[in-house]
């Protein structure tokens, strides 16, 4: 079964950045697509940014658009966040996702086949 493995998370002020990386654990990392997403203390889990792992070309949240950028390294099998301009809003477990096909969607969370289990994101003002 393969597995995603977050990392990168931490506390950092605002205006200050992070690079979150997902890595794979298992032989393979077979997603079409992946995504990341995050899910604030009583709120529900929302859609930040997703790539397409054939072409590269990108989805993202209106709220994180301009500040976070997300790549792939395909050797390393391997999806990164870039997060700047951090804001005391975006603090939240961050989750990478992987789906097995091409989404229709990439924003929903249907879309995807297995998850990490998370990285903390913590914004101080």
């Known amino acids: 079964q393969v597995q995603l493995v977050e990392s990168g998370g931490g506390l950092v002020q605002a205006g200050g950045s992070l690079r979150l990386s997902c890595a794979s654990s298992?032989?393979?990392?077979?997603?079409?697509?992946r995504g990341w997403f995050r899910q604030a203390p009583g709120k529900e889990r929302e859609f930040v940014a997703g790539i397409a792992w054939s072409d590269g070309s990108t989805t993202y949240a209106d709220s994180v658009k301009g500040r976070f950028t997300i790549s792939r390294d395909n050797a390393k099998n391997t999806v990164y966040l870039q997060m700047n301009s951090l804001k005391p809003e975006d603090t939240a477990v961050y989750y990478c996702?992987?789906?097995?096909?091409?989404?229709?969607?990439?924003?929903?969370?249907?879309?995807?086949?297995?998850w990490g289990q998370g990285t903390q994101v913590t914004v101080s003002s």
């Open positions: 298992g032989r393979t990392f077979g997603s079409r697509a």
């Open positions: 996702a992987g789906s097995l096909r091409v989404v229709t969607d990439p924003r929903g969370l249907y879309e995807y086949d297995y």
